[in-house]
């Protein structure tokens, strides 16, 4: 069609631009105007990303032609800052926190600004109408609203202690690139052709004819590449695409690269895929089922079972009868996803090797939003063929994870095989809906436990098992089938325990680690269960779990080691905040209060390959004039990892901030780091951080104590300054200390690693749990369930976190507010569910169809969601973290949907067993007054025997 | 990113270029207003066409005005946010005002207009998919509805007519508030009741001509001591389409007997449903919490919501009696303020 010229005014500037009229302005103001802080999360109008203001009011930019803006003044955050100085709103949002990954604040910002501009003196609940149509999976929207409201204002008292981010500048300018915001030249597109089968033979695949269409350069296939991986060594069931059978609706068959999108999109169409359908295993019950189809036959299971563990600690025999109360019963944990708002992206780019025609000694580099660049430059190299070290992975800007960008994906393999096989840069980035069917998301948990109790509340015994809907492929599976299990013995003591767990393929996506790594489910399970006794024994579920909890430098029944311990503080300052005793049980008719505690790793104690290497490693260097840079590995997704890292290095060479630079995450230049997972990476990456610019304090002390004729060990590195504690006059100036100490040792250079000390028992899978640290949660909901709709609305939530010590409390208070964000949203609306095999219909019976492939339908929580949250740092100093310091970003999520079921139930008197509690099921339990699954036993044993 | 297909762009500037514009359509044309619906739809290539007319540039179509009747005029372009903050629309009919703000986020809200929602296409989650998935579950009467295919409805497989709903979150209560569109061809206009614009199918459930557009909405004089109340129920408390939705207008006299009401449904069927049942109930009585309990009753049992988004249509079928007890009872409260 012909291009129309249409003037904009964007950012104050005239642009001519040739447009196709089927072109959206999002397209235009990306690839034409360059302006590529417009987001594109969903594409549909369901997320907020790509919103700018036209004309002042913002708009969503992906459900715009451009043809029709002619005329229209459009500003995106690029155009914010005036004269080099950022806009008060900018200020703001990096002074309070308000962003983490930074993907969904250009268009947050945006929308602030319209509402404050047209609204100067907006109340908290205007600013969150206004910001409800901008999703945000990171922070919970607390801080966002606060920087709204506080524009101009001073900043929180609370927060004048934490640095802002050192990357949240980029970020709220739109400057920061994310992997899809990169373009080469020569660049093509690549699009990836998926099963609409749940389980099939691949037949036959046909590409022909989408290699003559006109803008193809290259198809691949399934055999071209016919290499298994998997993240775990012991799990390696998947190839990039296809080879001879799909095993999930979404499934990669083939791929091509174009050189537009659109010539992508179509050519798909035109490869044809010969199937045999095969029968499908589409939940735990047919997984187990030994007369169905086995998805992967190379497993030792004659049914789909993919892994199962069995693990006695102590004897529960003798736990049990040791006990006066046993009671059992039975949860479900319904699956969800992370549902960050980038989706996945890969851009690769080779290049041959000069000596060589073969392209196995060529170089590759892939920029991909990966939270693992180190296990994707590993993977890669194994399935390409190509040497490791010819590879190279670079993490641009990564906007959000939780665990779904945590190991290789389809695309990355398929970027860089089709950038091989043309000899030009490709590029694939994944369509919402692709995300869904990638998403390695929450297992579906069913589960059983039986607990013995004393009288006076003491656990004698506790017995688990667990049934874990893996999915189609591996993943971490394995991993979560001891995580399932592991950590049932932590913040309570139990002496005995045993559990066993099953994870098993089914024909749907992969499950894989999501915030909190299977550690939610059995909390879920064993937070309501420990209610139930309580109530059964009539005492207060507070005092149920201060009676047993775990202590600090003690070591549980399987063998974790938990040294620093803020537990019974983060309890009691809940309990305090919400003002507990006079709220439970005596709050009005449908307002309900509850309690849940959790534990969670600091990292895991075990690398992916077990080879006893440094799990992270650091490079720090100082500048002669100053200020020094930082080479790590680790991979900030969002949670704020380099200003951590820079942190450290300020806090130790006594300097600013502002002067540390910090280049992560390019497995060229930067040492290896494991990544983002775990929440290993302020523990681990900081410890290796620590100790290399503490070699190079050292330095400067050894220098600088000959000038000042004084001891090293007298001397302080604060405020730009190396000072004697002894005699104040004694100070030499930062550079002049670093060219003291440049001139006696050479360049300023020293590297830090860490490992984390033998831990754990000498059992098999023993090296499942472990964590050199381990953090504590507690949270107390205040709800209110409106019995006509079955609507919960969570009034309060108190969340006190024992993260060692917090080195940036308004980073670690945004971790657990995100935490409780994503907790709620998994409690109360997030839904995934897929289509049953339905017979007797001619097409699509096969079913296993992902109902929820959008962000309109897996209704993650909007800033009129969730409410304002009172989060309290509790600091038990880490003896081996760095400066004290362990986790803050999952384990937070852990015991929310529990503390919300047991609010629901003293609200109501319902007891939920089921994840998620849509209105649609507390209404159904509220008519039958019963627990949703079966109330297996209560016993009383002595009154039994009497 | 999702790219559309090529589509010729129409944008006529006057009146007389819209009137020949309007004779070029075909099956494959789509009248474009704030694109909110119709852009998803492309991408998702559930619409396919090769022609959009797009009337962003009519200013005749962008104006809010009160004829000398007392009749109220909202130009089919205006969008849901102008309405929202319209002085004459928030002076005479706070109501609507209500609906518009319960529809989808700010953003969308800026963009979208009344037009468009009044003309919104039907939804199913059979059928609000990428092509990908709806190949994959074979497709659907929705889809198929050109091609006579043997295609199904996956919701409800006994039926021979697609059962998508309809999700206007205005067309309810702007039914119960007696309202009509003025509909504009090359052949000249007329003036229909807005609920005659409506047909209980999912595929044809908009009974505009091929070469037809609404161009406006007109909302009768107010009815002396006539009440309207708009309630929603969704997912989340913004962005979502509802579960189920309730207009509700209704006139009493002096001695506070309704005379006049108005009950109509919204997302539950393929076009909005008037609830003649538990009108009835009301009808000649007072609004007492016996009458209201009876008339939320009444209409529940008579009306089955269809499946469209999964299981959720016993649920949506209580909050039928959830959503009209609460309207009655708005209005309850809002008469003893004024008392």
Not at chain 1, 461 to 479: C, N, P, Q
Request: one cysteine or more; proline letters at 5%.
């Amino acid at each position: 069609m012909a291009r129309r010229i249409i003037t904009l005014t964007v950012n104050g500037e005239q642009c001519h631009l040739a447009v196709e009229p089927q072109w959206t302005l999002a397209e235009v103001l990306r690839e034409q105007v360059r302006l590529t802080s417009v987001k594109v999360g969903c594409d549909l109008g369901e997320c907020g990303a790509c919103t700018v203001l036209s004309d002042g009011k913002p708009i969503l930019s992906c459900l715009v032609l451009a043809a029709t803006m002619e005329g229209c003044d459009i500003q995106t955050v690029e155009g914010l800052a005036e004269n080099g100085e950022l806009d008060p709103l900018q200020k703001s949002f990096l002074n309070y926190g308000a962003m983490q990954c930074g993907f969904c604040t250009p268009g947050m910002i945006l929308s602030a600004k319209a509402a404050i501009s047209e609204h100067p003196d907006s109340s908290t609940a205007e600013i969150r109408e206004c910001l409800s149509g901008n999703l945000c999976r990171c922070t919970g929207y607390g801080e966002i609203v606060e920087a709204v409201q506080s524009i101009n204002q001073p900043p929180r008292q609370s927060n004048l202690k934490s640095e802002p981010r050192i990357d949240g500048v980029a970020q709220v300018t739109g400057t920061a690139k994310y992997t899809d915001d990169f373009t080469l030249p020569r660049m093509l597109y690549g699009k990836i052709l998926r099963s609409p089968h749940a389980h099939a033979r691949i037949l036959s695949i046909d590409t022909t004819r989408a290699e003559k269409l006109p803008g193809v350069i290259t198809v691949m296939t399934g055999k071209e590449l016919p290499f298994k991986y998997g993240i775990l060594p012991s799990s390696q069931d998947e190839s990039p695409l296809c080879i001879d059978k799909v095993r999930f609706v979404g499934d990669g068959v083939a791929a091509v690269a174009a050189i537009d999108e659109f010539t992508a999109q179509e050519a798909l169409k035109l490869i044809s895929v010969r199937y045999e359908l095969l029968p499908p295993v589409l939940s735990i019950s047919d997984a187990l089922r030994t007369d169905l189809p086995k998805i992967h036959p190379e497993t030792k299971y004659e049914n789909n079972v993919a892994k199962h563990v069995e693990l006695e600690f102590g004897s529960v025999d003798e736990g049990f009868s040791a006990a006066d109360y046993v009671r059992e019963d039975e949860f479900f944990y319904g699956p969800s996803t992370h549902a960050m708002i980038e989706p996945h992206a890969a851009l690769a780019s080779f290049e041959p090797s000069q000596n060589s025609s073969s392209f196995k000694d060529g170089y590759l580099t892939l920029w991909t939003s990966t939270q693992t660049p180190h296990y994707v430059r590993r993977t890669l190299a194994k399935v390409l063929q190509m040497r490791t070290s010819h590879v190279r992975v670079i993490k641009p800007y990564l906007g959000g994870g939780f665990g779904g960008k945590s190991e290789p994906f389809a695309l990355e393999f398929c970027a860089s095989w089709l950038s091989i096989k043309s000899g030009r840069p490709v590029k694939i980035t994944y369509t919402r809906e692709e995300v869904f069917y990638s998403h390695r998301g929450r297992h579906a948990t069913k589960m059983w436990l039986k607990t013995g109790m004393k009288k006076d509340g003491t656990i004698t015994a506790v017995k688990y098992k667990a049934w874990l809907d893996g999915g189609a492929y591996g993943s971490y599976g394995v991993v979560t089938s001891y995580y399932t299990g592991q950590f049932l013995t932590m913040p309570y003591k139990v002496p005995q325990f045993k559990f066993e767990s099953w994870r098993v393929y089914t024909n749907k996506p992969p499950s894989g680690p999501k915030r909190g790594h299977g550690a939610p489910q059995p909390r879920f399970a064993f937070e309501v269960h420990l209610d139930r006794i309580a109530t059964e024994l009539g005492m207060d579920p507070a005092e149920i779990r201060l009676k047993n909890l775990v202590e600090s430098n003690s070591m549980t029944v399987n063998s974790l080691r938990i040294t620093s311990c803020g537990i019974r503080d983060c309890i009691e300052k809940v309990l305090e905040a919400s003002g507990w005793p006079e709220k439970r049980g005596k709050l009005p008719a449908g307002q309900g209060i509850g309690l849940a505690a959790s534990a969670y790793i600091s990292g895991a104690g075990k690398e992916i390959y077990w080879e006893g290497l440094p799990h992270s490693g650091a490079i720090v260097t100082i500048d002669r004039f100053g200020g020094a840079t930082v080479l790590t590995g680790s991979a900030d997704i969002g949670q704020g990892s380099k200003t951590v890292i820079a942190s450290l290095v300020a806090e130790t060479l006594g300097i600013s901030i502002s002067d540390i630079r910090v280049c992560e995450a390019d497995t060229d230049l930067t040492p290896v780091d494991l990544g983002s997972y775990s929440s290993r990476v302020t523990f681990m990456a900081g410890n290796a951080v620590l100790r290399a610019a503490e070699e190079l304090r050292q330095k400067m002390f050894e220098a600088a104590a000959g000038t000042l004729k004084t001891h090293i060990s007298d001397l302080r590195a604060v405020r730009g300054e190396i000072v004697s504690r002894v005699n104040s006059t004694k100070r030499l100036m930062f550079t002049d200390a670093v060219r003291l100490a440049e001139a006696r040792f050479g360049t300023l250079c020293a590297t830090g690693w860490y490992a984390p000390p033998k831990l754990g028992g000498t059992y098999k899978g023993a090296g499942a749990g472990p964590s050199p640290s381990y953090s504590f949660t507690a949270h107390v909901v205040m709800l209110e369930v409106d019995q006509e709709t079955g609507n919960v609305k969570i009034n309060n939530v108190w969340s006190a976190h024992d993260c060692g010590k917090a080195l940036n409390k308004m980073m670690v208070e945004g971790q657990i507010k995100g935490c409780v964000a994503m907790g709620i949203g998994e409690a109360l609306s997030e839904v995934l569910s897929y289509t049953r095999r339905t017979p007797g219909y001619q097409a699509g019976s096969h079913g296993g169809l992902s109902r929820a492939t959008s962000l309109l339908n897996y209704t993650i929580p909007t800033a009129v969601d969730v409410p304002p949250l009172d989060v309290f740092i509790v600091e038990s100093i880490d003896p081996e973290g760095p400066l004290g310091a362990k986790e803050a970003g999952e384990g937070p999520l852990l015991s929310v949907p529990p503390a919300i079921a047991n609010a629901i139930y003293d609200a109501v008197g319902v007891r939920l067993s089921s994840i998620p509690f849509t209105p649609d099921k507390i209404l159904k339990a509220l008519k039958s007054k019963q627990p949703l699954a079966s109330l297996v036993e209560v016993r009383r044993k002595k009154e039994t025997a009497a | 990113m999702i790219r559309l297909p090529e589509f010729e762009l129409l944008s006529p500037t006057t009146w007389d270029g819209l009137m020949r514009t309007l004779t070029l359509t075909n099956g494959n044309t789509k009248i474009l207003a704030g694109g909110t619906d119709l852009i998803v739809n492309l991408k998702q290539g559930t619409s396919t066409l090769s022609r959009v007319i797009w009337l962003g540039k009519l200013n005749e179509l962008r104006r809010v005005f009160m004829a000398s009747d007392g009749s109220m005029h909202i130009g089919a372009m205006c969008t849901l946010s102008e309405i929202a903050t319209s002085t004459i629309v928030q002076k005479r009919c706070r109501v609507l005002v209500d609906a518009v703000l319960s529809i989808a986020g700010p953003a969308v809200r800026n963009r979208a207009t009344i037009g468009g929602n009044l003309c919104l296409d039907t939804r199913c989650y059979y059928y609000n998919q990428s092509g990908f998935w709806r190949d994959a579950v074979g497709g659907c009467l929705k889809q198929h509805s050109e091609d006579n295919s043997s295609a199904i409805c996956h919701i409800a497989p006994g039926w021979a007519r697609c059962s998508a709903v309809f999700c206007s979150d205005t067309a309810p209560i702007l039914i119960a508030l007696e309202a009509s569109v003025k509909l504009v061809s090359s052949d000249g206009e007329r003036t229909i009741l807005l609920r005659d614009l409506y047909r209980d199918d999912g595929v044809h459930h908009i009974a505009l001509k091929a070469d037809e557009i609404l161009a406006e909405v007109i909302l009768p004089p107010p009815r002396k001591n006539g009440v309207g109340v708009h309630h929603k129920i969704r997912a989340r408390q913004s962005i979502d389409f509802p579960l189920a939705n309730v207009g509700v207008s209704l006139a009493q006299d002096a001695s506070r007997i309704c005379s006049d009401v108005r009950i109509v449904v919204g997302a539950i069927q393929s076009a909005p449903i008037e609830a003649h049942s538990a009108e009835k109930v009301l009808r000649g009585n007072k609004l007492t919490s016996e009458h209201i309990e009876l008339a939320a009753n009444e209409a529940a049992s008579s009306l089955t919501p269809l499946p469209h988004i999964g299981d959720t249509a016993g649920y949506r079928k209580k909050m039928i009696t959830v959503l009209i007890r609460n309207a009655l009872n708005e209005i309850v409260r809002k008469e003893a303020s004024y008392a």
